[in-house]
């Protein structure tokens, strides 16, 4: 990856933790710039992982095969919640639901990020492709939920220990599929934005 595209991923992120932090009414959330520091090295040994999978399963001559959108969103996602940059200030009340799942909700953002900003940078496309993805990226909606935030009902997926430890790439339990099956579901919300905002320039006078 291109330093100065780096840096300027490394500060949209940045921008992401300060809102996160601004969003917990309570001030218990605060960056850990130690951690931060971890993300990208993290990002580079989940992208080498993907990679070597890619060129084992998919095509084992092409070393040099790049991972589209949403593997590249999935190695932040991970990334990101491995490193946890965003900490928690214990206090004798329980947490929220922000608090507990803080860099879980981060790593999704940031992978949406990381969709939008490849679907935004395509340039040999139709001209309606490139209406739809100048369009703000749009969440399926969770009709038969109780919980109707996406992001909620996304985040609980990586609730459970066991599930964080197989995308760990340090831990014994660490599964290489169940990265590709994250980069599946970003597939599904990409394709999902992508006809819904389809759907709206189809309707609109």
């Known amino acids: 990856m291109d330093k100065n595209i780096e840096i300027i991923l490394l500060k949209k992120l940045d921008q992401f933790i300060n809102f996160l932090c601004k969003k917990d009414a309570s001030n218990k959330l605060q960056l850990d710039n130690k951690k931060f520091d971890l993300i990208m090295p993290y990002y580079y040994e989940y992208r080498e992982r993907i990679h070597d999978s890619m060129n084992i399963t998919v095509q084992p001559n092409d070393k040099e095969k790049k991972m589209d959108r949403h593997k590249v969103a999935t190695a932040f996602f991970c990334s990101v919640m491995k490193a946890k940059p965003i900490k928690y200030i214990r206090t004798g009340t329980n947490p929220s639901f922000l608090e507990r799942t803080v860099n879980e909700q981060l790593g999704f953002a940031f992978g949406l990020f990381i969709i939008d900003r490849f679907n935004k940078s395509k ?57 590709f099956l994250v980069s599946h579901i970003f597939f599904l919300i990409d394709s999902s934005s992508y006809y819904n905002n389809k759907g709206l320039l189809a309707e609109s006078p």
Request: charged content about 30%; glycine content about 4%.
């Open 123 to 179: 340039k040999a496309v139709p001209a309606l492709d490139l209406e739809i993805f100048g369009l703000t990226f749009k969440l399926p909606e969770c009709t038969g939920s109780h919980e109707k935030n996406y992001t909620a009902n996304f985040t609980r997926l990586f609730k459970n220990d066991k599930i964080k430890d197989h995308l760990d790439f340090q831990h014994p339990s660490f599964d290489i599929d169940v990265l």
